[in-house]
């Protein structure tokens, strides 16, 4: 096993323990709405105390960046550990058991490992550059299912406005139409796993500033998938639609859609 990945692994199985520790509807119910936010805050802060603790105790040289503090001029010469300590707060928050703690790890400007780790199903999803992606301990490919059985995911855009709205719901009528199977599990980071895990056939990204791609992305393409950027400026100008999933999914698609 790589050394980093070892590390990652345990900083974010530990950190894991401690989410479903703090994972009590019965407790939240008994808080004032406001102080909600104010809880799962600082439950997210321990989180990442955690897991920076962990990981600078083994690599006290590394840099450790939160989620969406990303530069796009990073140092070669330097080693980045980005973290995502909970995304899908909202299933948190609701008592929706999905959501799940996110690491990778740059070298030389390249992301090199990524780990994935859903508490409540006890999945860890690891991937490194050159040696493909496991889910606990097994290999993972990209699903090659046929056109009548695609699952594909859809989140909504943060940066939603009118035409983007038009934009996609013109797509969701398309693949309604076709009779796809349309999923939004709250929890994107999950989603790109379950893309490379096969569970979910292709996943849209509309947003070309997710970060949580940083984290994901490794473990869709050693899983033989592929992220596409697709132009279309016959429905939206100036927007791109990214696509992730192995090229047969991506192909019937785009023919849905007509780009």
């Known amino acids: 096993m790589h050394p980093i990945l070892h ?3 345990r900083a974010i199985r530990k950190s894991g323990n401690f ?9 939240l119910e008994k808080e004032k709405k406001e102080n909600i936010l ?3 805050k600082k439950i997210m802060y321990m989180l990442e ?9 083994s690599y006290p040289n590394h840099i450790l960046l939160r989620n969406k503090v990303i530069s796009t001029k990073l140092n070669i010469n330097n080693v980045y550990w980005i973290v995502n300590t909970l ?4 299933n948190f ?5 999905h959501f799940c703690i996110g690491i990778s790890v740059i070298i030389k400007n390249k992301i090199e490992i990524s780990v994935i780790y859903d508490p409540i199903k006890n999945d860890l999803f690891t991937s490194v550059k050159g040696q493909g992606s496991q889910l606990n301990g097994y290999r993972m490919r990209c699903s090659n299912i046929n056109d009548n059985n695609l699952i594909v995911s859809m989140h909504y855009p943060t940066n939603i406005n009118k035409k983007m709205l038009t934009y996609y719901t013109r797509i969701l009528e398309k693949l ?3 009779k796809i199977i349309i ?12 893309v490379a895990a096969g569970k979910i056939t292709c996943l849209f990204n509309f947003d070309k500033k997710n970060y949580n791609l940083y984290i994901g992305e490794l473990q869709i393409r050693e899983s033989g998938g592929l992220i596409k950027s697709i132009n279309t400026d016959n429905i939206y100008k100036n927007e791109k639609l990214f696509l992730l999933g192995n090229f047969k999914s991506i192909s019937i698609i785009e023919e849905i859609l007509e780009f």
């Open 7 to 9: 590390i990652a692994i």
């Open 19 to 27: 989410l479903l520790q703090n994972y009590d509807r019965k407790k």
């Open 38 to 40: 104010y809880i799962v």
């Open 49 to 57: 105390k955690n897991i920076f603790f962990t990981i600078q105790k």
């Open 87 to 90: 995304n899908g707060m909202e």
């Open 93 to 97: 928050v609701n008592n929706i058991p």
């Open 176 to 178: 309604i139409l076709k």
């Open 183 to 194: 999923r939004n599990s709250g929890s994107f980071l999950l989603d790109l796993a379950y």
